[in-house]
């Protein structure tokens, strides 16, 4: 087994059993919530997910911290003292300052260590997205894949990574300043669904609309059946903001229309549902184009 050991940060909302099974290293974000602050492990240790969302319908306002150049130190340098590398897979630049924190952190220990390789890759992905070059990378170092072998599979398919998200609540974009006022008003009153993906430069936006919530679902299968690489052979990561019977409805449709056998369903942690809301879906698979 290659002598080197990958981390991630929360944004990656893998399963906590799943992470642990990959052995990566996950570094938690921070979110404040009801006057209190919690750092988001995958494990749910200081807040479960629902209650998260309970939260948030409850009208509880929150925000979110990135992960910062000290955290990234105190949990890379152990590990280069021991003789180990390190690729960092890291949360979009376009939505955190976390990438640029551990950029920072790799550099600074590069010089204390300029024996060890220390890589950091910016995934330009989000939530399962990112959770899913993480899973990837994990099953290549099982593999014996080397260190520079995975970081550059990693580069190479990040911008083939397909990430489209749907929101049922559009006030939650609002208020993260996504769409307009008026916007959110007018869609609420006509049922208006945005259908959302993360572009090449890791910034989430909007690229259409449906009319009601079966059909806004319909239209994420929609792009994963134009743009899938061979699908049947993927593993489909989907995640969901407490909303489980329409991350199974998702995946039902896309097995029925395309073959696909193999699914992840997890959560949308605080991180991304603080900006995105109860009741939102996402979808991630490898297509022609994000």
């Not at 988001?40 to 929150?62: H, K, T, V, W």
């Not at 990574?161 to 009153?189: E, P, Q, Y």
Request: glycine share 8%.
């Amino acid at each position: 087994m290659a002598d080197y050991v990958i981390i991630t940060d929360s944004s990656c909302d893998l399963p906590g059993d799943l992470a642990k099974e990959l052995e990566i290293v996950v570094l938690p974000l921070s979110f404040h919530i009801g006057g209190k602050d919690y750092r988001n492990y995958l494990d749910e240790r200081e807040m479960p997910i629902q209650e998260f969302y309970r939260l948030i319908r409850a009208g509880e306002s929150c925000t979110t911290a990135a992960v910062n150049v000290d955290s990234y130190k105190r949990a890379m340098e152990p590990l280069l003292r021991q003789g180990k590398d390190i690729l960092d897979i890291a949360f979009s630049s376009g939505l955190s300052a976390t990438c640029n924190s551990a950029k920072i952190a790799c550099r600074e220990l590069a010089e204390e260590y300029p024996e060890r390789k220390i890589f950091v890759v910016d995934t330009l992905a989000a939530s399962l997205g990112q959770g899913l070059l993480v899973y990837h990378a994990a099953k290549r170092r099982q593999a014996g894949e080397s260190i520079e072998e995975v970081r550059d599979w990693v580069e190479q398919n990040k911008l083939h990574l397909c990430h489209w998200f749907t929101v049922d609540d559009l006030n939650h974009l609002k208020r993260g300043g996504r769409i307009s006022s008026a916007t959110a008003l007018f869609g609420t009153m006509l049922n208006i669904k945005p259908v959302m993906h993360v572009d090449d430069e890791g910034h989430l936006i909007p690229v259409g609309k449906t009319r009601g919530r079966r059909a806004s679902l319909d239209a994420l299968a929609d792009h994963m059946e134009d743009t899938a690489i061979d699908p049947a052979s993927q593993i489909v990561f989907i995640s969901h903001g407490d909303c489980p019977e329409d991350a199974n409805y998702l995946a039902s449709e896309i097995k029925r229309r395309i073959g696909v056998k193999n699914f992840v369903i997890g959560n949308v942690g605080p991180v991304i549902g603080t900006h995105s809301g109860p009741g939102t879906m996402a979808l991630f698979f490898f297509g022609t184009r994000r």
